[in-house]
């Protein structure tokens, strides 16, 4: 109980972040103008900082994304190459002894290296998690999985279907009958709705899936050293590429079992169907994901889509299934992290998933879907809570997932465990305190300062001349001067980040999707929207969802609505 209590002011950083806010608009330059200079300047600058440096990092990542795209094409280009003299060399074995014998080793060594390519050490479980989704999305979201060269030997699906869903099992039984041969294994499970504990969502239904999807793999003899759990959505398409690299990485890795591995996040399945709002909120979104992967210390977070062994799994207790947890994707990160005293990190894979827009069946169903999903998603805003609780905190008891098999976990944490810890709650903080906070501030708090402290009339005068700190103080004239002219400053890093993002987007979709129809120069008035999509999807929804913090409720299971169709 104690312990308890002591956690609990942690609980109230986020809504008090919102209130803060809202109420220093107004309140601000009325009652502390002083403090309230020096507020504005030093949260521009280091929001202005932040911006600067994503930009860098986002950079880093688009090159490097591009650098692995075509890097994959020129292999398969050389494979090609490779595979058309394999089949000449069968062609003309009837030559000369002479020939024979030489063109022998160049056969052998060609195969050997395209055995090692298509040959896997590893067997990849896909989990699917869904509810109420559509079964053509459903469908052609494991077709792609399925066209992977190793699908048939080394490739696992576990559908995880939800039990409250009407007629789930028809759709199950059908996606069943269509992949039966496609996959090494085809697993459904079907997550009860009335577990006790349990808030209902991706996080749940994921953890019931690969508790039961590992058992029946280990029943099947499939050793869980070689299992690597890929975490996704619905509708995320999932390259051969991406698959490639994480095997490359958790084989180069000095310990891959403390690894997490998250790609990037791409819109470009159903982008042009959308409101540009909407398309533009998803651009920003996708571009904040791939900016906090060039992290030096791996301390990032994966988002939608993300892999890791069955080990690590194992070793944290799996997906945590509580309110706490809506954003499994962040929590689970966050919870390997502090499982394994700070030895879990996140491994970026410079490869795009490609997402599908929400979309629904006319341009303000569109907009208000969008808006319910940006509400559920910044409901992880309790991972803002749950991180300064295990970084800062008092646990009230010890977790039966904090006790390893590994000996080396369950004696030696990171070298720089607390510096870790600071750094990863400074993250988290950024991640929902940013949103919450930069809307209101970025767009009001100077034009309602200056509103406030120097309005058009005086007759509308609510600070008197004498107790105007502009108007007296040279310093906080000077202060007020910088302030305005950093707001002005903001937005530069966004529009540096974008351009690098169109280039980004053409590449992708023309040399790894190839695709013929890509973003013009007609997609540069999607920009004008920026504003609505700022406010509409991010600062309005974390504000509701920061203050909703403050009275916990069960949230409806709600999902985003798409539309699909099937060619």
Not at 24 to 38: K, V
Not at 392 to 410: L, M, P, Q
């Amino acid at each position: 109980m104690k312990a308890s209590l002591l956690n609990y002011p942690f609980e109230l950083v986020a809504p008090m972040a919102a209130l803060g806010s809202v109420l220093l608009l107004p309140l601000g330059p009325l009652l502390i103008p002083r403090t309230y200079i020096c507020f504005l300047l030093v949260y521009f600058t280091v929001f202005l900082y932040t911006q600067v440096s994503h930009l860098f990092k986002f950079y880093i990542t688009a090159t490097k994304m591009k650098k692995n795209i075509r890097a994959w094409n020129q292999r398969s280009v050389t494979e090609e190459e490779e595979g058309d003299k394999i089949n000449n060399v069968n062609v003309n074995k009837n030559s000369t002894r002479e020939r024979i014998t030489s063109t022998d080793q160049d056969l052998e060594d060609m195969e050997t290296s395209l055995k090692l390519y298509d040959d896997s050490h590893f067997i990849h479980a896909f989990i699917v998690p869904n509810y109420a989704e559509p079964e053509a999305l459903l469908r052609d979201t494991i077709k792609r999985i399925a066209n992977h060269k190793n699908a048939q030997t080394n490739y696992v699906i576990i559908l995880a279907m939800e039990a409250a869903e009407l007629n789930h099992e028809a759709k199950a039984n059908s996606l069943t009958e269509y992949f039966k041969d496609s996959f090494l294994h085809f697993i459904v499970t079907a997550h009860p709705a009335d577990i006790p504990g349990e808030a209902r969502g991706k996080g749940s239904n994921v953890s019931f899936a690969a508790r039961h999807g590992c058992a029946q793999m280990i029943q099947h003899g499939i050793d869980r050293r070689r299992v690597v759990i890929t975490v996704s959505d619905s509708d995320s398409s999932i390259p051969e590429l991406y698959v490639k690299e994480v095997e490359k990485s958790f084989t180069q890795a000095e310990d891959p079992y403390f690894l997490l591995f998250a790609p990037p996040i791409f819109f470009s399945r159903n982008c042009f169907d959308v409101p540009a709002a909407v398309r533009m909120t998803d651009i920003t979104w996708s571009a904040m994901v791939m900016s906090s992967l060039s992290n030096s210390r791996g301390l990032a977070f994966p988002c939608s889509t993300y892999s890791l062994s069955m080990v690590l799994a194992e070793r944290v207790g799996y997906w945590d299934t509580d309110a706490d947890a809506v954003g499994e994707d962040m929590h689970m990160m966050l919870k390997c992290f502090f499982k394994t005293d700070g030895l879990a990190r996140c491994c970026p894979i410079f490869v795009p998933i490609n997402l599908t827009n929400v979309q629904s069946d006319g341009y303000f169903s569109s907009m208000n879907a969008r808006f319910v999903q940006a509400k559920r998603h910044y409901n992880g805003v309790a991972d803002l809570a749950y991180t300064l609780r295990n970084a800062f905190g008092v646990k009230d008891t010890i977790d039966a997932g904090h006790v390893f098999a590994s000996k080396k976990t369950s004696i030696y944490a990171a070298p720089n465990f607390w510096l870790d810890k600071l750094v990863i709650s400074i993250k988290v903080m950024e991640a929902h305190l940013i949103p919450v906070t930069s809307g209101w501030l970025m767009f009001a708090a100077v034009p309602l300062m200056q509103f406030i402290l120097f309005p058009p009339s005086s007759f509308s005068a609510f600070v008197q001349p004498e107790d105007n700190p502009i108007l007296t103080s040279e310093f906080y004239s000077n202060l007020w001067n910088v302030v305005r002219v950093i707001t002005v400053l903001l937005p530069f890093p966004l529009f540096g980040t974008l351009a690098v993002y169109e280039v980004l987007h053409r590449v992708v979709d023309r040399e790894l999707y190839h695709k013929s129809h890509t973003r013009t120069w007609r997609n540069m008035f999607d920009y004008i929207s920026l504003p609505v999509a700022a406010w509409a999807f991010l600062t309005i929804p974390s504000t509701i969802a920061s203050i909703k913090r403050l009275y916990k409720t069960n949230n409806e299971y709600i999902v985003a609505e798409k539309f699909f169709d099937e060619e």
